[in-house]
């Protein structure tokens, strides 16, 4: 018995000096959050949240404009866009909970999240936390309760037949079926070609059930009421583009749309990129970056 517990206590001697070195080499550093993480430049924080199996490359091109003046942390999900899944949901929760930790443990202040999709409804979801060092919210074409677009009856709670039936779908496809599906909402999403086969390639290599879980979170709460309560000052960007398929979605009726999901949040700004589809940063950047430096360097207006 001596001997075994000699041996037991060397093994635990040992585990505890690797995890150590693990920690203090930071093999486990990126590993300790729900997403993956690249910085560049300097100045205040913005964090950047892709949408819907995007990975963080989405916001290269807006890096690359803003990495000049601010610090650029680009987050890809877990489950998107090549990275591993996390075990369980819920997953819109943990990728918030630790958002927020990523920021306390980096000791980051007056913190602008960008979010595109779910990630400008996630990033909502971490503005109603009213933590102090998040300073301002850009919204880029998301909204506090998408199900209402599609139902004017929808109700809050998780449809987990739903989300079943989401994955099932795709399981009865081969893959050449799903690679022209993933393309074609591509192209509805995007107007330039040279990104669409990135799209697809992101789908590729992102996690099914994640998708279609966290399609579904963002689908069963509604935020607007919520948004009452928001102090964080946010400016939502809004995507249009006019369409013989949907002669009735005119740029009016787009406004109407957003005006009335944000109509509580106290201080809002909408603004609609006309002649844009879903993926702003790809179809209209230029005047993306313009109304992000404004609402920058001035939250208020």
């Not at 996630?122 to 850009?138: F, K, N, R, V, Y």
């Amino acid at each position: 018995m001596k001997n075994i517990l000699c041996k037991n206590s060397n093994a635990q001697r040992w585990t505890a000096l690797l995890v150590a070195l693990l920690f203090a080499t930071g093999v486990l550093g990126q590993n300790n959050y729900s997403f993956k993480v690249e910085k560049s430049g300097q100045g205040k924080p913005l964090i950047f949240i892709p949408g819907l199996i995007s990975g963080g490359d989405v916001w290269d091109g807006t890096v690359a404009h803003f990495s000049k003046n601010y610090e650029c942390h680009v987050l890809t999900l877990a489950g998107f866009a090549g990275q591993a899944p996390i075990e369980s949901p819920p997953y819109l929760e943990t990728y918030k909970e630790d958002i927020i930790r990523y920021i306390k443990s980096n000791s980051l202040t007056e913190v602008s999240l960008v979010g595109h999709s779910i990630g400008g409804y996630l990033s909502m979801m971490i503005g109603l936390e009213q933590d102090s060092a998040i300073q301002q919210l850009i919204i880029v074409d998301a909204l506090p309760f998408f199900s209402l677009t599609f139902n004017p009856n929808a109700k809050e709670g998780f449809d987990q037949a739903s989300a079943d039936q989401y994955i099932e779908n795709f399981k009865a496809y081969n893959q050449e079926q799903i690679d022209s599906y993933r393309r074609m909402t591509a192209k509805g999403m995007i107007t330039d070609s040279i990104y669409w086969d990135k799209v697809v390639q992101w789908a590729k290599s992102s996690d099914l059930k994640t998708e279609a879980y966290c399609s579904h979170e963002m689908m069963a709460t509604d935020l607007r009421d919520k948004l009452a309560n928001m102090k964080t000052p946010m400016l939502v960007l809004a995507a249009w583009q006019k369409t013989e398929m949907y002669p009735n979605y005119t740029l009016e009726y787009a406004q109407q749309i957003y005006n009335s999901q944000y109509e509580k949040a106290p201080n809002c700004q909408v603004v609609v990129a006309e002649d844009s589809k879903h993926f702003i940063m790809y179809d209209q950047p230029d005047w993306l970056y313009s109304q992000m430096e404004n609402f920058l360097l001035n939250p208020s207006k």
